[in-house]
């Protein structure tokens, strides 16, 4: 039944860009916006919200601008650059967050994607500054592509790519340390005493939801062209907990369904209510939380055990 | 120069202390770390500035722009703070913490596009107050008398809470809410109105701070976003729920800032990030913050 449901979004996910060409670069941004929230959805599990994570995902964003800038070309090799720099930040970070719990953690992560915002902002020489940097067309395994092409191609292989991450994932949630995660959740204290090196736990799931943050920037750098430092800002790190509630934390493909959403309301909103959006945001989410606290994917799973016990 | 330094450093500290300590007494009180409290900031900045132009306009009478500073930290804190804490916060409590995040997260961004909509998106400019009270000779470098106000200020602003904390049964009051919320009430406190006197005190704070700020810089959408990070990183530093540890948060971070300002230019923005880093490497509770209940 789950893959059912599975299969379905996936599906309409797929189908999207072709009834809806306009929407294409706005559901590559949601697939990527989708894989940081799935970072978030992975922390949460352990009880840590991280209020930060636009840190990873500017990063990516950055190493994929910086790369291309020093001529290299290749759009899979630029992808994994991005997750490859996500991992190893997170692990370099997570080696010091790893100590916090609650609102501290949420906190000190803030502040350290804080700190990067500055620095991208500040190094102007190196950065462009608050303009940002331009990310040209790349080649995709080879094959050079115009603009238009490049994006469609990359919306299906930003699918696959969320795939293939969400198997991954869902394969990780079964190992022990997968297990462990939502135990640390649960009761620290007892987990230790049981000779699970908690520490240690957090700091693999902390890493790994960073690299899914990364990968998520590389591919919005490469689906828009162009990186600014407010990839990194706090509201963007606050964007990825709202799309990760919004859909909903129970499993793997809540996360996108949430940043589809998402994604979808501001393409609308951005438009047509260009005051008024994120009120519209901001209330939608007070509206899930209160009367719809296990997001939209419960919403689908209600609406199936509705179905299948009638 | 160095004099000047430390000046704008504790001007700058002021300033952050008012919006910093309005924020720990909520977290203390509430036990929610509210990230619309930068929009309280931006809210009393604009309605400072309107109030004030209306006032020393209409009447002609500079002086008047004085009374529409405080006047717009009390609309502020005292019809919008309990409005928000009615409506939306109170249904915050009994949820887990990262909802509790997102729910003022939500508030942050209808806050930010009702600022936009009542007062657009042009920039507001009103120097009247400072421009009032004109400067002061400083060895030979003219300073803002404002400026010094404004550290008067918050020097008042502190002594006036320490007082209120322990010198009232009010203060009294908030202390035993803070100590044991059941045991509080158990003994007949009625804990919903502590916690709507302290919200719209914390609101209002923030107001008074937005409101102060407002003749010394320019207004405009994103203030409230820049200003609640700041405040984050002032409140972990002192200790959550501590009015000292902002105090002692502000300061620092306005005088490390001041000196990074005159030492390293480009780094003037993450110094206040990284005071916070590096103080909650050494004391991870900040530095006045207690491990137990025992906050405030």
């Excluded at chain 1, 609650?102 to 915002?117: E, H, P, Q, R, W």
């Excluded at chain 1, 998402?262 to 007070?286: C, D, N, S």
């Excluded at chain 2, 009015?243 to 206040?272: F, K, N, Q, W």
Aim: proline share 4%.
């Amino acid at each position: 039944m789950r893959w059912v449901a599975w299969g379905g979004v996936l599906l309409g996910i797929a189908l999207l860009p072709l009834f809806f060409p306009w929407l294409g670069l706005a559901s590559t941004l949601a697939l990527a916006k989708g894989l940081a929230a799935l970072g978030i959805a992975l922390l949460l599990r352990a009880g840590l919200v991280s209020f930060g994570h636009g840190l990873f995902y500017g990063a990516g964003a950055y190493a994929v601008a910086f790369a291309t800038r020093e001529g290299l070309r290749e759009g899979a090799v630029l992808l994994s650059l991005a997750l490859g720099v996500g991992l190893s930040l997170g692990l370099l970070v997570g080696f010091f967050v790893s100590r916090y719990r609650g609102i501290f953690f949420a906190m000190l992560n803030l502040a350290l994607s804080m700190v990067f915002y500055a620095l991208l902002a500040k190094f102007y020489y190196l950065t462009g500054g608050t303009d940002g940097m331009r990310v040209p067309t790349p080649t995709l395994l080879g094959i050079p592509l115009e603009r238009t092409a490049f994006g469609e191609v990359l919306f299906y292989l930003a699918l696959g790519l969320v795939l293939a991450t969400g198997l991954v994932l869902d394969r990780f949630l079964r190992t022990p340390v997968g297990k462990a995660l939502a135990a640390v959740a649960t009761n620290e204290v007892r987990l230790e005493y049981l000779g699970v090196p908690v520490q240690r736990v957090v700091l693999v799931a902390y890493s790994l939801s960073a690299g899914l943050a990364g990968l998520g920037g590389g591919l919005a750098a490469l689906a828009v062209g162009h990186v600014v430092p407010e990839l990194a800002y706090w509201v963007t790190s606050g964007e990825f907990v709202y799309i990760t509630i919004l859909g909903g934390v129970g499993g793997v493909p809540g996360p996108f369904l949430g940043a589809l959403a998402y994604e979808l309301v501001r393409t609308f909103a951005f438009k047509y209510l260009a005051y008024t959006w994120q009120l519209l945001l901001g209330g939608t989410m007070l509206l899930v939380i209160f009367f719809l606290p296990g997001g939209l994917w419960a919403l689908l799973g209600e609406r199936r055990r509705r179905a299948t016990s009638a | 120069m160095i004099l000047l330094g430390l000046l704008d450093g504790l001007v700058y500290g002021s300033l952050l202390f008012l919006v910093a300590v309005g924020l720990t007494l909520v977290f203390g009180v509430l036990r929610i770390l509210n990230i619309a409290h930068g929009s309280f900031y931006a809210l009393g900045a604009y309605v400072a500035v309107v109030l004030g132009f209306w006032v020393g306009q209409g009447l002609g009478q500079p002086w008047l722009t004085y009374p529409a500073l405080l006047l717009a930290a009390a609309l502020v804190g005292g019809i919008l703070g309990p409005l928000v804490e009615r409506l939306f916060l109170r249904w915050a409590y009994p949820r887990p913490e990262v909802l509790q995040l997102l729910i003022t997260f939500s508030l942050f961004l209808i806050l930010e596009d009702l600022q936009k909509l009542l007062f657009g998106v042009q920039p507001y400019f009103l120097d009247a107050p400072l421009r009032f009270l004109g400067t002061v000779n400083l060895g030979g470098i003219p300073y803002a008398r404002y400026q010094l106000l404004l550290m008067l200020v918050a020097v008042g602003i502190f002594l006036g809470l320490r007082l209120l904390l322990q010198g009232t049964s009010l203060g009294k009051v908030l202390l035993a809410v803070v100590a044991d919320r059941e045991m509080a009430q158990a003994l007949g406190v009625d804990v919903n109105r502590v916690y709507l006197v302290a919200f719209s005190l914390g609101a209002g704070l923030a107001a008074l701070g937005g409101a102060l700020a407002s003749p010394t810089v320019t207004i405009a959408p994103g203030l409230g976003a820049e200003v609640i990070v700041l405040s984050f990183a002032v409140v972990a530093i002192g200790g959550l729920g501590q009015v000292e540890g902002a105090a002692l948060g502000a300061l620092l971070i306005g005088l490390c800032r001041s000196l990074a300002v005159y030492l390293a230019p480009e780094l003037d923005v993450v110094v206040p990030y990284l005071v916070m880093v590096l103080v909650l490497l050494v004391r991870p509770v900040g530095l006045l913050g207690t491990v137990e209940v025992r906050r405030i």
